[in-house]
């Protein structure tokens, strides 16, 4: 197994920019999850989803879209990109049935907006 | 909403000493506890969780933690640490409860661990 793979790994955007964050996972794992990280801020949660057809927020949305179409890929939509977009984003899945489960991190994107 | 806390943000280490980070919670009731590792560039990786049943729990290379239900605490500990432990250390709680939302990771900030050779 992979687990969870992203894409790209580095990213240089300009201010108003649109771009796709691209996530998947080959564990058949239900839930997936977009975090950023910033330095000394711990990770944050944008968005999550419980299984195919349904998101919704974590806690800092704003200025992010998602979609999960399918259960292996979970993509992160950034529209018109600000210098405060700028951070590392890591997808991240786990089981989620029947309990509490580990979650799995991919090796993240790291994204710089100018 | 639960929070996290850990209380040391840089933590410098000769090698063979013991560590200890702090880790303590908000939420009352019953939660579930993990600390992730991630080193220098990569991905975070569970060092150990605690689900239930005995309070002391190990992970991998040689970590352990022990939660203190009391305390709201899940401190992690070491007892020599190496150069290869420089990274960072994050602590993170769920709320058990069911609902969808219930798998969502609450992390700490994280604490920098530097061990000099």
């Known amino acids: 197994n992979a687990g969870v793979t992203q894409t790209p790994k580095f990213r240089i955007l300009k201010i108003g920019q649109s771009m796709t964050l691209q996530c998947t996972q080959d564990?058949?794992?239900?839930?997936m999850y977009w975090y950023r990280q910033d330095p000394g801020m711990g990770l944050k949660l944008i968005y999550y989803?419980?299984?195919?057809?349904?998101?919704d927020k974590g806690e800092v949305p704003n200025g992010y879209n998602v979609s999960r179409s399918t259960t292996e890929d979970f993509p992160l939509r950034l529209e018109l990109a600000a210098p405060s977009q700028t951070s590392v984003y890591f997808c991240?899945?786990?089981?989620?049935?029947?309990?509490?489960?580990?979650?799995?991190f991919g090796p993240g994107t790291r994204l710089t907006v100018t | 909403a639960q929070s996290v806390s850990q209380h040391n943000h840089h933590v410098i280490l000769s090698e063979a000493a013991s560590l200890e980070l702090g880790c303590n919670y908000s939420?009352?009731?019953?939660?579930?506890l993990f600390w992730y590792v991630q080193y220098p560039g990569q991905h975070l990786q569970l060092l150990l969780k605690?689900?239930?049943?005995?309070?002391l729990v190990k992970g991998i290379k040689g970590f352990e933690a022990e939660f203190i239900k009391s305390k709201f605490s899940f401190n992690l500990r070491k007892p020599s640490v190496q150069w290869s432990d420089t990274a960072e250390y994050f602590c993170?709680?769920?709320?058990?409860?069911?609902?969808?939302?219930?798998?969502?990771?609450?992390f700490g900030k994280g604490t920098k661990l530097s061990v000099i050779p």
């Open positions: 991240a899945s786990s089981y989620g049935a029947g309990g509490p489960n580990e979650q799995y």
């Open positions: 564990m058949n794992h239900n839930y």
């Open positions: 989803s419980v299984g195919a057809g349904i998101t």
């Open positions: 939420y009352g009731g019953t939660v579930n």
């Open positions: 605690y689900f239930s049943g005995d309070p």
């Open positions: 993170a709680v769920n709320v058990a409860y069911s609902g969808a939302g219930s798998y969502q990771l609450t």
